[in-house]
């Protein structure tokens, strides 16, 4: 029986270790991102777009830790990181672009507090996607200032700061709406 | 009082869509995986996620089609119930380029070579897409390479998907096509089923 040291694997065993990892990685952690993305993306195809493009810079890429933790830590911070160069772009091409609409909840709707749901996801999308991360994290998923620095790579004290802004921005979108009606 | 996590959680996206379905996830992990050996191999960018959903105007109605012949790549026969082939196609006429129709999509200019055909699939199966149904299309390693060289090589050019004799869609490529495609999203529930079922051939 010929045993295969690690020096003598063939590429194909190689690209064959890198598979059973990344899929290990994607099974372990798909659901968890794809939550995230699809809270921090306006749609179900930004959302999907996102989490594949995090993973692929995984493939790419060196530097994924082996153990689960920090394996998550890294992916979050990879798909949060992706989505501000996203909103970077589109913020530059915003600046070119003509004044866009505030989407404003149909005025048939009854519920108010379906409006200013409304308004308070709408006052999310202009939100940094950091700022707009640690929010969701948070107010939607629970996690603890702690724990959402640990998976941003940031500090606490830049945590509860970007959850200070937030909750203000937010808030004062519904404000506006509220005076808006009158 | 209403507080702001509570309006949060009223609006969350999750609370209606709990997550993309299990054909959407599986078809994202082959690609991340095949991407990962590629850049190991060759160094070749992955594909897009969107590169190949095909949006199509046009639901063919397929029911009942009789059986009928299609090419095989091992130069054998094989019967599938709905034809299907995929070409590099052009929105202009131009010589040696064949005209085909579709509804929706318009007239497209294909090349009469066919990139993929029915037996290059491997299978088929239903997913919701959008509003409606649509159906993924795993090709065979033989077929997803054809359709990767092809369409590396034709960026910026249209693919032609002709279901049933009718163009059904003529997305631009914007980069290079792997093993799977999802097709659609106009289908009933049942069309998408017949059509699934029609494509992948019948060996002899």
């Known amino acids: 029986m010929s045993v295969q040291t690690t020096a003598e694997r063939l590429p194909h065993d190689v690209v064959l270790d890198r598979a059973t990892r990344l899929g290990a990685l994607f099974d372990n952690h798909y659901d968890r991102l794809y939550r995230l993305a699809r809270r921090l993306t306006p749609s179900d195809d930004d959302a999907l777009d996102l989490v594949q493009e995090t993973f692929l810079k995984a493939a790419r890429g060196a530097g994924v830790p082996d153990d689960a933790a920090n394996a998550e830590a890294w992916l979050v911070r990879v798909l949060v990181n992706t989505r501000r160069d996203e909103w970077r772009k589109a913020a530059n091409r915003r600046r070119h672009a003509p004044a866009a609409h ?8 009854p519920e108010a507090r379906a409006i200013a749901s409304t308004t308070i996801w709408g006052a999310l999308d202009t939100l940094p996607p950091r700022r707009r991360a640690v929010i969701v994290l948070h107010e939607l998923e629970g996690a603890s200032a702690a724990t959402i620095a640990t998976l941003l790579g940031i500090t606490s004290v830049t945590v509860r700061w970007h959850l200070a802004r937030g909750r203000r921005d937010l808030a004062r979108a519904l404000a506006t709406s509220k005076g808006d009606k009158r | 009082m209403t507080s702001i996590r509570e309006l949060l959680a009223d609006g969350d996206p999750l609370r209606d869509t709990p997550g993309a379905g299990a054909a959407v996830r599986e078809a994202m992990r082959r690609r991340v995986i095949a991407a990962a050996a590629a850049d190991h191999t060759r160094g070749r960018r992955a594909p897009s996620r969107r590169a190949f959903l095909l949006a199509s105007g046009v639901a063919a109605v397929i029911a009942g089609a009789a059986t009928v012949p299609v090419w095989w790549p091992d130069g054998g026969t094989v019967h599938a119930a709905v034809p299907f082939e995929v070409r ?12 085909l129709q579709g509804a929706a999509a318009g007239t497209v200019y294909a090349e009469p070579r066919v990139v993929v055909g029915n037996g290059d699939i491997v299978r088929t199966r239903v997913l919701p897409v959008g509003s409606g149904f649509g159906l993924e299309i795993v090709f065979t390693d033989h077929g997803a390479a054809k359709m990767r060289a092809a369409t590396a090589g034709n960026v910026g050019r249209l693919l032609a998907v002709v279901v049933d ?12 096509i792997d093993g799977v495609g999802i097709l659609g999203g106009t289908y009933t529930r049942e069309e998408a089923h017949r059509i699934a079922a029609g494509l992948v051939p019948s060996r002899p």
């Open chain 2, 88 to 99: 590099v196609a052009e929105p202009g006429p131009r010589p040696g380029l064949l005209a």
């Open chain 2, 165 to 176: 004799s009718r163009v059904l869609a003529s997305p631009r490529i914007t980069s290079p």
């Open chain 1, 102 to 109: 505030v989407v404003s909840p149909p005025p048939s709707d």
